[in-house]
């Protein structure tokens, strides 16, 4: 076992946020430590964040963490934010954040702001889990703006997901909620004492109900909250439903390990290949110069993107057969 | 040429609201109509539009399109929106849009809804793009919910792409629009009579300003506008902007067509691989029970994920390349 595996094990936080660096910027190497880790993964409990700009998903997290030092457990939080190197958001709020619970060996906060890679950030995120529930925290918070199938693949990747949301958001809301409702195993109305909170909270009772067929024979039903985060208001009735949501999950599990169940390592599996097959495939491919003469040929309109695609497809797979 | 072709071409509305939804639902067959209609693309102007829930961009869309058809131009707008198939949002949104232009064969208007698929919400969209195009409008406006990267991927096939703002969205809008910036070639503040627009004017301006170094030699550096699009304030002035930009990517490419640049061919070629590469091997690998073996494998403790990853992909490709 390499020294990084020892180290991550026994919850040594830089090698752990080196880790999560690497893992971040696609370090050749880092696969070797994630695969020896691997063994020691599936204790930790994972809670996904989701909701649009500005209803305090980072508040609401924040709060959540204080009541889980509390209760004696270990968190680990991940910002997935898809930022761009531009501003550098991700790391100054890293930095913001960490002030709080800098003191506190029990906390681990860290962003994850890989983008420009196709599906590079649920895998990142998936892997980041992996190493926060090998170090051995008992919950880890992945923290996410809720929009986009990118955002949604992330929170697939936990067992409770939470959608924030605030009253009055505009029309758009609408067509936010409905594309992540399917993923959200309980709603946070948050700055609920802002007008239009019943108004928000009915919207969402009849959609939730509008599925209802879905929660026939003892199915879970997800619950409408109502919080104030900034004031600590709903915060231990929403960790409550979240336990309530992790016993329905064990008693459905039959006692197989929620983080390793049938359907999500098919899920994580899939997902992994997807990545590694593009990476595989697009360095290949730019290696020979396919890629190049293919551009040309289309800008030359000697043949079209469609057939040029599966021309490509199939000289690279031929190509990669004989390396392996 | 195909029936299909031809009715395209010719403008025909059923056929071309017929193709975008086999697109979108990735009927086989579509493949070769789109391979045909290839070469009768390239004229369209095509202006992506996109913001956070709620910043007003449909009523935004809506009085360009009116502008447009006051000018004589022919448009077609593509909502891509990542909505469930749950509450159909989608189809709802059509029908309340499609109102109250249903008399006017100058404009066509639908939404993309593909989600739950690796990238295929990008690669749907370029299609109905070539579509739209080869339909003979004279602009295709791409509107989307500006946040993750599927989103991004979206607005990279916009000639010119404006993001929408609105004044004080809170303290996630920094990151949002870090996440955004570089992809925007010019800023709309709607809702601009609110308290706060200059702020956020200034803000916009410093973000832009930050990347000044981008924005040397005569490159574009992005306007920043405010309108009230309830009202028809600030659109003329948006339009004029689009069109400055316009001439300004004319010059940038020096005759080349602007939607079959080289830049642009390739990355549309890139995508097409990816979204392509996968399917088939996520079919071949589920066809063949490699997927469920290898699950079960981890499962049992047997493998890790990782391990099992390169396998798969390993015996798949072996298999790929016998069936070529």
Same mark, same amino acid.
Request: charged residues 40%.
């Given at each position: 076992m390499s020294s990084a595996v020892e180290k991550v094990i026994a919850g040594d936080v830089r090698t752990v946020a080196r880790l999560i660096r690497d893992i971040d910027d696609k370090i050749p190497g880092v696969r070797d430590v994630l695969k020896a880790l691997y063994a020691h993964t599936g204790k930790a409990y994972v809670i996904g964040i989701t909701g649009a700009p500005g209803v305090g998903k980072s508040t609401l997290v924040d709060q959540m963490v204080n009541h889980y030092r509390h209760q004696g457990k270990s968190v680990g939080v991940l910002a997935v934010d898809p930022t761009s190197p531009f501003t550098g958001g991700a790391i100054l709020g890293d930095r913001i954040r960490m002030q709080r619970h800098s003191l506190d060996d029990g906390v681990f906060i860290r962003s994850l702001a890989t983008r420009g890679h196709f599906g590079g950030l649920s895998q990142s995120t998936r892997s980041a889990i992996d190493v926060l529930d090998a170090m051995g925290k008992d919950y880890i918070i992945v923290e996410t703006v809720g929009v986009g199938q990118d955002e949604v693949d992330v929170v697939k990747s936990a067992q409770t997901t939470v959608i924030v949301v605030i009253p009055g958001m505009g029309d758009d809301i609408q067509a936010i909620k409905a594309g992540i409702l399917e993923v959200g195993d309980l709603f946070v109305i948050n700055k609920?004492?802002?007008? $239009?909170?019943?108004?928000?909270? @009915?919207?969402?009772?009849?959609?939730?109900?509008? $599925?209802?067929?879905?929660?026939?024979? =003892?199915?879970w039903k997800p619950p409408i909250l109502k919080?104030?985060?900034?004031?600590?208001?709903?915060?231990?009735? &929403? %960790?409550?439903?979240?336990? !309530?949501?992790?016993?329905? +999950?064990?008693?459905?599990?039959? =006692?197989?390990? %929620?983080?390793? @169940?049938?359907?999500?390592? !098919?899920?994580? +599996? *899939?997902e992994m290949i997807k990545s590694r097959l593009i990476q595989e495939v697009l360095d290949h491919m730019s290696e020979n110069d396919r890629l190049n003469k293919? *551009?040309?040929?289309?800008?030359?309109?000697?043949?079209?993107?469609?057939?040029?695609?599966?021309? &490509?497809? &199939?000289?690279?797979?031929?190509? &990669?057969?004989?390396?392996?």
């Open positions: 609920a004492d802002r007008e $239009g909170a019943d108004k928000t909270f @009915n919207e969402l009772r009849q959609m939730i109900d509008m $599925g209802h067929e879905k929660y026939e024979d =003892g199915k919080a104030e985060a900034v004031f600590d208001r709903g915060v231990t009735e &929403l %960790l409550e439903t979240i336990e !309530r949501h992790r016993d329905y +999950l064990l008693k459905a599990s039959q =006692g197989n390990k %929620l983080r390793k @169940n049938k359907e999500r390592i !098919r899920e994580d +599996l *899939v293919a *551009v040309d040929a289309v800008m030359d309109g000697e043949i079209d993107p469609y057939t040029a695609c599966d021309e &490509l497809l &199939l000289s690279t797979l031929r190509a &990669l057969q004989k390396d392996l």
